[in-house]
């Protein structure tokens, strides 16, 4: 398994960071905050037709790139790093790689080409009202009808599941869990934003009655599908998560250089370097772990069940940390609604809680290695 990036490696980080900058600063996501799908349309085609974006890790069988997560989490940490707010980890990473998981070619073959292209957003609708990341949990429920299925119940905290086109349902059956793709625009199914701490991360809550939903694989056989998706989610989750600690522990240390007290920097004071110190050793730890699980996800696929858990608990309460001392150290200032600092924070209390907290994470680790 090869560790450590690559000269490509960082041709494409900085590829993803001009576009960034250029297309999506700051200033153009609190613009978008205030709408309700959250998403500049322009520039998710721009990332699809002039970088490949969100096709990169899907096979170029199926119209991606052919690369590997490895690249598609730097994309992640530069889209962390600048807090975009488009679809990209609901379609390029959560329908994409359970689409990928499932043993349905015909489902491959027909839904990925959208998806890689950005043409079709997708979505994964799994949790429901208690936000629930166990699969023991699920109540909603799908029934044969002729030929067809149909769906009845609701999802909650949909990762951009207001403007999905294709929704990846799961559901019970009479055989166990199983997966369903579904119309954005089919009759019977209500989607409705909800309230949200992270502003720039758009969250729904989809009600189906009735719905009709085209079977992905065999009824009953979704289980070892979804929990491959859940574990490269939460890698990938933690790869945003690493690209805002970065941001955070970046803007603190520059505000430490400029801003004087008593005739000199804050940074050259002990309690602020020290505290900046730790910050460093958090991050480039959780640089570290990122990087092996990533790799992992293409080379070690039978360690990512141990890896994914153990990144994501730490990522979690790294990057809340991280963000919470930027708001300390910038004092007064930080705690402003003209200062990024609390887009930050937000972001990371939301991603600590999208998956499950640390301790969901420590439990389902434990589960898997029998303690």
Same mark, same amino acid.
């Given at each position: 398994m090869?560790? /450590?990036?690559?000269?490509?490696?960082?041709?494409l980080?900085?590829?993803?960071?001009r576009f960034?900058?250029? %297309?999506?600063p700051l200033?153009?996501?609190?613009?978008l905050?205030?709408t309700?799908?959250?998403?500049d349309d322009?520039v998710?085609?721009?990332?699809?037709?002039?970088?490949g974006?969100?096709?990169?890790?899907?096979p170029e069988? &199926?119209?991606?790139a052919?690369?590997t997560?490895?690249?598609?989490?730097?994309?992640?940490?530069?889209? #962390?790093?600048?807090l &975009?707010?488009? +679809? &990209?980890?609901?379609?390029?990473v959560f329908?994409?790689?359970a689409?990928?998981?499932? +043993?349905?070619e015909g489902a491959r073959r027909?839904?990925?080409?959208?998806?890689a292209s950005?043409?079709?957003?997708?979505?994964?609708?799994f949790t429901e =009202?208690?936000?629930?990341?166990?699969p023991?949990s699920?109540?909603?429920?799908?029934?044969?009808d002729?030929?067809?299925? %149909?769906l009845?119940?609701?999802?909650s905290?949909?990762? =951009?599941?207001?403007?999905a /086109?294709?929704i990846?349902v799961?559901?019970?059956?009479?055989?166990?869990?199983?997966?369903?793709a579904?119309?954005?625009?089919a009759?019977?199914?209500?989607?409705?934003?909800?309230?949200t701490?992270d502003?720039?991360r758009?969250?729904?809550?989809?009600e189906?009655?009735?719905?009709?939903?085209?079977?992905? /694989?065999?009824p009953g056989?979704a289980a070892?599908a979804?929990?491959?998706?859940?574990?490269?989610a939460?890698?990938?989750?933690?790869?945003?998560?690493?690209?805002?600690?970065q941001?955070?522990l970046?803007?603190?240390?520059?505000?430490?250089?400029?801003?004087?007290q008593? #005739?000199r920097?804050? /940074?050259?004071?002990?309690a602020? %370097?020290?505290?900046?110190? =730790?910050?460093?050793?958090?991050v480039?730890?959780?640089?570290s772990?990122?990087?092996y699980?990533?790799?992992?996800?293409?080379?070690?696929?039978?360690?990512?069940?141990?890896?994914?858990?153990?990144?994501?608990? &730490?990522?979690?309460?790294?990057?809340f940390?991280?963000?919470?001392?930027?708001i300390?150290?910038h004092?007064g200032? #930080?705690?402003t609604?003209?200062?990024?600092a609390?887009?930050?924070?937000?972001?990371?209390k939301?991603?600590e809680?999208?998956?499950g907290?640390?301790?969901h994470?420590?439990?389902r680790?434990?589960?898997?290695?029998g303690l």
């Amino acid at each position: 398994m090869m560790l /450590g990036t690559t000269e490509e490696h960082e041709e494409l980080r900085a590829s993803v960071r001009r576009f960034l900058a250029d %297309k999506a600063p700051l200033p153009r996501v609190r613009e978008l905050m205030e709408t309700e799908d959250g998403t500049d349309d322009a520039v998710w085609q721009q990332a699809g037709a002039q970088l490949g974006l969100q096709g990169l890790a899907i096979p170029e069988a &199926y119209g991606g790139a052919g690369f590997t997560f490895a690249e598609q989490a730097i994309v992640l940490e530069e889209f #962390g790093a600048a807090l &975009y707010g488009g +679809p &990209y980890l609901a379609s390029a990473v959560f329908a994409a790689t359970a689409l990928l998981a499932s +043993p349905d070619e015909g489902a491959r073959r027909g839904l990925l080409p959208g998806i890689a292209s950005g043409e079709t957003i997708a979505t994964l609708a799994f949790t429901e =009202d208690d936000g629930s990341w166990d699969p023991v949990s699920i109540r909603m429920t799908a029934v044969k009808d002729g030929d067809a299925w %149909k769906l009845d119940g609701h999802k909650s905290f949909v990762l =951009d599941g207001h403007a999905a /086109g294709l929704i990846l349902v799961v559901a019970q059956t009479s055989a166990g869990l199983s997966l369903f793709a579904v119309d954005g625009t089919a009759a019977g199914l209500a989607r409705t934003s909800l309230p949200t701490l992270d502003q720039t991360r758009k969250l729904a809550r989809c009600e189906f009655d009735g719905v009709a939903a085209r079977l992905i /694989g065999s009824p009953g056989d979704a289980a070892a599908a979804l929990d491959r998706t859940l574990d490269v989610a939460a890698i990938a989750l933690a790869a945003e998560q690493l690209g805002g600690a970065q941001r955070a522990l970046d803007m603190a240390v520059e505000y430490a250089k400029i801003r004087h007290q008593f #005739g000199r920097p804050i /940074g050259s004071f002990q309690a602020i %370097k020290h505290r900046c110190a =730790d910050l460093l050793l958090e991050v480039e730890s959780l640089r570290s772990a990122v990087s092996y699980a990533a790799a992992a996800v293409t080379d070690s696929p039978a360690e990512v069940p141990v890896l994914a858990p153990l990144v994501q608990a &730490y990522a979690s309460e790294t990057y809340f940390h991280v963000a919470a001392e930027n708001i300390q150290i910038h004092g007064g200032i #930080g705690f402003t609604w003209e200062h990024d600092a609390h887009l930050y924070f937000k972001r990371a209390k939301s991603s600590e809680l999208f998956l499950g907290d640390a301790a969901h994470h420590r439990e389902r680790l434990a589960a898997r290695i029998g303690l």
